[in-house]
């Protein structure tokens, strides 16, 4: 992931190409081969680098696959909106697992919040307890 500036209300940044590739399977009518995302990239990056990319995203839950013959097939793993909040938990939660001191790690992230997130994470919280007491 590349820094770019600012910390503070920054989304995890989706690299060119995977925007693209996203773009691409999000904008098509039906499943789509590595072969169909390139050629709607106009061949350029190589069939490797898409398919490569195309894996890395469903890796991320991005995209899922299915095989078909001897192909796989990507669509979307939910709305766009949706990807792009799983990928942003995902990021949070492996740099929350690669620190040697989580609880560290959670008092600063928590003595950076604004008020307004502040309350917002309260709430959630709350919220995620209501719902484990009910369950």
């Given at each position: 992931?590349?820094n770019?500036?600012?910390?503070?209300?920054?989304?995890p940044?989706?690299g060119?190409?995977?925007?693209?590739v996203?773009?691409?399977?999000?904008?098509?009518?039906?499943?789509?081969?590595?072969s169909?995302?390139?050629?709607?990239?106009?061949?350029d990056p190589?069939?490797?680098?898409?398919?490569?990319?195309?894996?890395?995203?469903?890796?991320?839950g991005?995209l899922?696959?299915?095989?078909?013959?001897?192909?796989?097939?990507?669509?979307?793993a939910?709305p766009t909106?949706?990807i792009e909040?799983?990928?942003s938990?995902r990021?949070?939660r492996?740099?929350?697992?690669?620190?040697?001191?989580?609880?560290?790690?959670?008092?600063?992230f928590?003595?950076?919040?604004?008020?307004?997130e502040?309350?917002?994470?309260?709430?959630?919280?709350?919220?995620?307890?209501?719902?484990?007491?009910?369950?």
């Open positions: 992931m590349r770019t500036g600012s910390v503070r209300g920054r989304r940044e989706l060119h190409l995977e925007s693209a996203l773009s691409v399977v999000a904008a098509a009518s039906e499943p789509q081969t590595v169909q995302v390139q050629a709607r990239l106009d061949g190589a069939y490797t680098t898409v398919m490569s990319t195309l894996a890395r995203l469903a890796e991320k991005a899922r696959r299915t095989l078909d013959g001897r192909a796989y097939r990507y669509e979307l939910a909106a949706s909040q799983a990928l938990a990021s949070m492996r740099l929350m697992g690669d620190g040697a001191d989580r609880a560290a790690v959670l008092a600063r928590v003595a950076e919040l604004d008020d307004d502040e309350r917002m994470l309260s709430d959630l919280l709350d919220r995620q307890r209501h719902q484990q007491d009910r369950g």
